[in-house]
């Protein structure tokens, strides 16, 4: 009986905790994109840049947020979807990292391009042109990771474990279904930018991820206030 309790206990808290890590990221994402607005958008980016250096750095601490919510997401929902098909949920976690070591590489270009805008902003003399060429070098890293990152390889672990719960019933089947169609959006999106039908930041880009920014928070609510089925549709694979 006090086995069941702490099982029940566990598995309560593990669902709340991936509901707020899926909060926490899409918080910090948008947060992170906001505060980076002066040294990736401004008119004057390189002097901009300096002069709003704290603001940019603080968009790098929510990055970091989004990633470690991002891991965190895939680290508690891993023990349970793996009860069910080990090799997709073992695969979740994997892009999931790749996710976010992707996101990784596009924060150290933002803050590569702080230094750049600082060195800009203090020298004598500066050589407009090199400096100019420099910054669009660093832009286009990050802009490149925000394409794989939180678009493709978001895309790709979204169906993973959609796709498992969409089997196993642990949420109710319109969350997975929602997930699964805003992957398949999400991850064309990404496709599409690639090759250049469409800029990142537009509104077919943002038509194409509100599914899957739908599909999350939906299910964030739902695991915080509801948790994991304690009936699923599936049984659980048995331990080797």
């Keep these: 009986m006090e086995k069941t309790q702490q099982s029940k206990y566990s598995s309560t808290l593990a669902s709340k905790m991936a509901g707020i890590f899926f909060i926490l990221a899409a918080a910090s994402s948008i947060a992170g994109l906001l505060l ?12 901009q840049g300096a002069a709003h250096g704290d603001q940019v750095i603080l968009g790098a601490v929510m990055e970091l947020i989004l990633v470690v919510s991002a891991v965190g997401t895939s680290i508690t929902m891993f023990p349970y979807l793996r009860k069910y098909n080990q090799t997709l949920a073992l695969g979740h976690v994997c892009f999931r990292f790749m996710e976010a070591v992707i996101i990784v590489i596009g924060i ?3 803050l590569s391009l702080l230094t750049l805008s600082r060195s800009f902003a203090g020298a004598a003399a500066p050589d407009a042109a090199a400096y ?17 990152g939180p678009n493709f390889m978001l895309g790709v672990n979204t169906m993973l474990y959609s796709y498992i ?16 169609t805003g992957a398949a959006a999400v991850f064309a999106a990404a496709l599409f930018e690639m090759f250049g039908v469409f800029e990142q930041l537009s509104v077919w ?8 920014a739908a599909n999350e928070m939906t299910l964030a609510v739902w695991l915080i206030a ?12 048995k331990a080797a």
Excluded: C, Q
């Design 36 to 47: 980076y607005d002066p040294i990736l958008n401004g008119a004057d980016d390189l002097a």
């Design 205 to 212: 880009g943002a038509l194409l991820s509100l599914p899957v």
């Design 226 to 237: 509801k948790g994991f089925s304690r009936s699923p549709r599936i049984p659980a694979l």
């Design 108 to 110: 150290v270009g933002v």
């Design 165 to 180: 719960f969409y089997k196993s019933g642990l949420v109710p089947r319109f969350i997975p279904i929602l997930g699964m």
């Design 132 to 148: 100019e060429a420099s910054g669009v070098l660093l832009k286009a890293i990050h802009d490149w990771t925000f394409l794989l």
